[in-house]
């Protein structure tokens, strides 16, 4: 059973939609969220003038970079000029200030090898920065650190250090024509699989109806797939939606019932696996 954590945010200008502080019961670190056009809301922050983890996060696009630094409104100023994907960035300092950089450089390592392996997310960074030597002592605490980064990341709804499942049965599978497509939910979110093969065709009253939502598909076969030259894509990267029925679309290339086209490896699908377990 997982230990019960408690997730407290403050608002300092008294809306979602300005800087948020969040701190996560039994952690030593704390977690700042800050919208790009509230740059200038943060620069007075002694807590961001010391070591820090820092995720850059573009939304629109589910891409996010990772890095440390010593001065987060300082670094962030430069991330203005020469990333410009991003729309919400995440600061991960200490909440006693006793991370150093020595710290914040182990853990920018170890979060972007994690991300990379098991992320919903595109990371952006192409390599994993070297691992750097530290204290024996410091390697336990750094790791729970990492896992507090984790749960902060989800609860915002950032996907960053996504699990791969362990059940089996928590896979659902879409087959439709030449679509053999796996995918798993992950908070808000479902995800459909790297190594999914998605059929390329797609249903032709979808397309007089939904424009958009083709255009939206061809570009994410492009940006995430491999193209296998018998008018099918293999997914190189996991690629996020809002809902299975969002998943489905994309999927089949159709409009189709998504209760009824996603189903565990065993056969049932979602409609009896979870809507009608529920009643």
């Known amino acids: 059973m997982q230990t019960p954590r408690l997730i407290q945010t403050y608002l300092p200008d008294g809306t979602l939609e300005g800087v948020r502080v969040i701190e996560l019961s039994e952690s030593t670190v704390k977690a ?128 960053v250090f996504i699990s791969k499942p362990e059940n089996p049965e928590d896979v659902w599978i879409c087959k439709s024509k030449k679509t053999e497509a796996k995918a798993i939910f992950k908070g808000d979110q479902f995800v459909i699989l790297k190594g999914s093969i998605i059929d390329k065709s797609y249903a032709p009253n979808l397309e007089s109806n939904h424009p958009e939502t083709i255009q939206n598909r061809q570009n994410l076969l492009t940006k995430y797939g491999r193209d296998l030259g018998n008018d099918t894509v293999e997914l190189t990267d996991n690629i996020a939606f809002k809902s299975p029925n969002a998943a489905s679309k994309f999927a089949t290339g159709n409009s189709i019932n998504a209760w009824l086209a996603w189903k565990t490896p065993s056969g049932k699908t979602m409609d009896e696996t979870i809507r009608r377990a529920e009643k």
């Not at 007075?44 to 970079?65: F, T």
């Not at 170890?110 to 595109?122: N, P």
């Not at 530290?134 to 896992?147: N, Q």
């Open 32 to 159: 700042f969220v800050v919208p790009r056009l509230k740059l200038n809301d943060i620069k007075d922050r002694p807590e961001l003038q010391q070591p820090a983890l820092y995720l850059l996060i573009g939304s629109d696009d589910n891409q996010v970079y990772i890095g440390e630094c010593e001065n987060f409104d300082h670094r962030l100023k430069d991330h203005i000029q020469n990333k410009p994907f991003w729309d919400i960035a995440v600061a991960i300092v200490s909440a006693t200030n006793t991370l150093e950089k020595s710290d914040v450089k182990y853990l920018e390592s170890l979060a972007v090898e994690r991300a990379q392996q098991t992320a919903a997310m595109e990371v952006l960074n192409k390599t994993v920065p070297a691992r750097n030597t530290i204290h024996e002592f410091k390697l336990h605490s750094l790791h729970i650190i990492l896992d507090d980064v984790a749960l902060i990341a989800e609860s915002l709804g950032y996907s």
